[in-house]
Structures are given as C-alpha cells and as structure tokens.
C-alpha cells in the first residue's frame, strides 16, 4: 500500500509535539471519501493544536490540519466521484479526526463540499476557514438586515486572516469599511484590502467604556472579544449588527442590556465548525462569486509542506498577517 507523509500531534509525559511520518490510507480515520490532497492551509487553531498552547485537540495521535482542498481519489459515497475537486474545512478535521496536513485524507462525506464552480483547489485554501468564517459572519449579518445604506461597518483584528478577508470581502459589497488594528505598520496593507479608513486600537480608551456611546457602526466584524467587544456593544447604530467571531484579546466583555433594549443590536455568534451543509454550500457558493476577495493573493503566503512547522510560532505570536497556504505538493 502508497506510503505518503503526514504531520502528526502526538502527546507523551502531558507534552504535545508534532513530527512528520510515513503513514498509509488504512492507517487513517474512518470516511467515506479519500482525497488526494492538493492544498492545506493554517490557522490559529492549527498552532493551538500542533503545539499545545491550546487545549483543542481532543485525541491524540491526530493529523493535523483543519482545512484541506484536494481531488477524490475513492468514494464509498454516490455524491461524491474519483477525479470530483472537493473541500473539507472544520467539523472534527485536525482536532478529533486526522485532519488536512497529510498528502491523502479520509473523511465522511458529510464533511465534503464540492467545489464551487470557479473556485480552485489553491483559492479554496487562501480562503480556509479564516475566509469562510469572514463570509459566514457577513451573511449572518445580511440575512439580520446589514446592507451598505446602513452605514460604516468595523472589522477588528484587521490584519489576521478572517480580518484581511472580511475587509475585501466588505468592500466589495459596496459597505464603508473601518479597519481597526493594534499594528501601526500595516496602514497600506489595510487600505490596499478596501478599508476606508484605519483605526489605531491605542487611540481607544478601553478602561472607560460607556453603556451607550457614541452611534458609530451599522455592523461589525469582531475576531477580539474582551474590552473591544464591549466598546463595539456601545457605539452600534440604531438596529445595528455584530458578528463574533473570535477571542484574540479575551473571552470575557462587560456589557449591559442597553445597546440590545434601546437600539436594537444583534450580537450574532459565528460558528464556522458545525454549519449545517445546506448554509455552508451557500456560503462557499458566495465565496466563488460576489464574495470573491478582490485581493486573495495580496494575503497569502505560499509555503511547501515540509515547512509548515516554522509557522505555528509566527502565528501565536501574532507576527504575521493574511494567510498561510501549505502547497502540499511543493
């Protein structure tokens, strides 16, 4: 049997480390569907997990990797076709289940996207999760009302890789998009996604937040949580709209009822993991066709397979920004 390299999380003496092995389909969790896998890409959960600074992976050993585009190789399923372009993001990949950091992947089917007409296996992974969960939020927000009319919109933790993408994804619907960022460097970088205009979080005063503040946004995109959260809570429009995504800064805010009983804001939470299928296709449709970022490779960083253990650090660290696309054939 085909022998093919796979980046593996083990655990031993309560310490987590990753190592690159030779391993075969058989060895691979049970699924419906094998694919030959074309791209992968990481995320900060993937350095939580590779590294155990975080406790996300649930068993160990496990393939790395929650994202992953590739070819079908073998289908036990009748949705799925040798030779059918397919995406698998999320669910249980990488964390419970071997995930997309192996040349070969065995998945269930109910894992399996096909691919969007337009859409290729490499833009697929500059997309990942960080892209899905961006549009996801932006279509939660849709469907709770957002359109440009309604005024500006935010996106904080603006140079990550779900904040680069709803920036360009934001702009291109037409909204005015504010990019806030704690990073005083990445202005042209910011502004060459679409933003309008650039934030500066150390020009915020967090510690004196108001109940209800100022009217600033129709919508935001939050991928902080903590203190920003709380300021974003109490500078909505009226029937403004919030999409939580992330927890960069903390998992904890402080906020009242205020800005929910007097103007109407909806606080949406975004769970990319468990979407059901018929919103997730819907999703990744949008992405291959007016949710197309105008700029995907601007963000991305191009990095052979073999390499993909110098990024966890950089991503931890927040050193980096955009996107990190694993060429698994590279």
């Avoid at 290729?120 to 009319?149: I, S």
Wanted: charged share 20%; net charge neutral; proline share 4%.
């Amino acid at each position: 049997m085909e022998k093919f390299k796979a980046y593996r999380i083990h655990e031993a003496d309560k310490k987590v480390s990753a190592r690159f092995e030779d391993m075969t389909v058989s060895e691979l969790d049970a699924g419906d569907v094998v694919v030959r896998v074309g791209y992968s890409c990481v995320n900060y959960k993937d350095a939580l997990a590779a590294t155990g600074a975080g406790r996300v992976i649930r068993r160990f050993p496990c393939v790395g990797g929650i994202d992953l585009s590739g070819t079908v190789v073998e289908s036990g399923d009748p949705r799925f076709a040798r030779g059918d372009a397919v995406i698998a993001t999320s669910y249980d990949l990488g964390v419970s289940h071997d995930g997309g950091f192996a040349q070969y992947a065995r998945v269930p089917a109910d894992w399996v996207v096909p691919m969007p007409k337009g859409m290729t296996l490499f833009e697929a992974m500059a997309l990942g999760t960080a892209g899905y969960t961006a549009a996801l939020g932006v279509v939660r927000m849709e469907q709770n009302g957002l359109k440009p009319a309604n005024g500006p919109v935010v996106v904080t933790g603006a140079t990550g890789g779900v904040g680069s993408i709803a920036i360009d994804i934001l702009s291109k619907l037409g909204f005015a998009v504010t990019a806030l960022t704690g990073k005083e460097g990445e202005t042209a970088y910011l502004e060459g996604l679409g933003a309008k205009e650039v934030m500066l979080r150390s020009g915020l005063d967090l510690s004196k937040v108001k109940p209800i503040d100022k009217m600033l946004w129709a919508g935001a995109v939050d991928n902080l949580g903590g203190e920003t959260l709380s300021w974003l809570m109490s500078t909505m429009r009226q029937s403004g709209t919030i999409a939580s995504i992330g927890n960069a800064a903390s998992p904890n805010f402080s906020a009242t009822v205020f800005p929910l009983i007097l103007r109407g804001v909806s606080l949406l939470g975004i769970d990319s993991g468990y979407t059901p299928m018929p919103l997730r296709r819907t999703v990744w449709q949008r992405l291959a066709s007016d949710m197309m970022p105008n700029h995907l490779k601007d963000m991305v960083q191009i990095i052979p397979f073999e390499e993909i253990g110098g990024t966890f650090d950089k991503l931890l660290k927040g050193q980096m920004r955009g996107r990190f696309v694993v060429d698994m054939a590279a």
